[in-house]
């Protein structure tokens, strides 16, 4: 079945650059998100970036897909302590309006040291 | 400021009760989505309805486990009986078929004992 994958911890010092990684297999999804929870709160829809692009900027943030490789990438600048958070990739299975399914990652959390 | 709003927010129950979780997803909304997160498993996808039709359920237990929509307002999930192992963070989603992105709520963290 569909796997996201993403390694479990990062750590960044603030006003560095965080780079959060995913890998996915289903080679037929159409849109890949980026989601972003805070303690105790439910997930917060960052970005998102359709199959067909290469990247996509969105103020501080960057998404870069490598759909040959299936990798996609979360690229923060200049990150602040309130960036400290777990991220979550996910892909939506299988393409058209009837796939409605995300399959999410298990999450990387972001630490930002003062 | 659309939101998905969810109740309660926190329950502590006994193993063996029956518990109801509530969600109002965003109005408009025609898809709506249950998940379960726990720290071993992480997000789980528990059922999913469209136009309040259960589209997939094939993450819940069924035995024990009921997701409806009585209305376009409002969700339930219920769980009979409650099992220590049903401890989790309980989140809904509501999203607009084809488009794609989710909307979560707060999520009601259940704690069985």
């Known amino acids: 079945g569909e796997d996201v994958e993403q390694s479990l911890f990062l750590s960044v010092r603030e006003g560095d650059s965080s780079v959060i990684n995913c890998t996915y297999t289903d080679s037929s999804s159409t849109y890949l998100y980026w989601y972003k929870q805070e303690p105790g709160a439910g997930l917060q829809l960052l970005t998102y970036?359709?199959?067909?692009?290469d990247m996509k900027q969105d103020q501080r943030l960057t998404v870069l897909l490598n759909k040959k490789d299936k990798h996609l990438s979360l690229r923060i600048a200049d990150t602040q302590t309130g960036d400290s958070a777990i991220y979550f990739c996910?892909?939506?299975?299988?393409?058209?309006?009837?796939?409605?399914?995300?399959?999410f990652g298990k999450g990387t959390k972001l630490s930002v040291i003062p | 400021d659309a939101r998905v709003t969810q109740t309660p927010r926190h329950k502590v129950t006994e193993m063996g009760q029956e518990v109801t979780m509530r969600c109002q997803p965003i109005?408009?909304?025609?898809?709506v989505f249950w998940y379960r997160q726990t720290m071993m498993q992480g997000l789980e996808l528990l059922a999913y309805?469209?136009?309040?039709?259960?589209?997939?359920d094939s993450g819940m237990p069924k035995d024990r486990f009921s997701a409806e929509m009585p209305d376009a307002t409002l969700a339930t999930l219920k769980i009979q009986p409650s099992e220590p192992r049903d401890s989790a963070v309980y989140f809904c989603?509501?999203?607009?078929?084809?488009?794609?992105?989710?909307?979560f709520g707060p999520g009601t963290r259940l704690t069985v004992t």
């Open positions: 989603a509501s999203g607009i078929a084809g488009v794609g992105e989710q909307y």
């Open positions: 109005l408009g909304h025609n898809t």
């Open positions: 996910a892909e939506r299975e299988g393409s058209g309006a009837g796939s409605y399914q995300l399959t």
């Open positions: 309805f469209r136009n309040r039709a259960p589209l997939d």
């Open positions: 970036i359709f199959s067909n692009m």
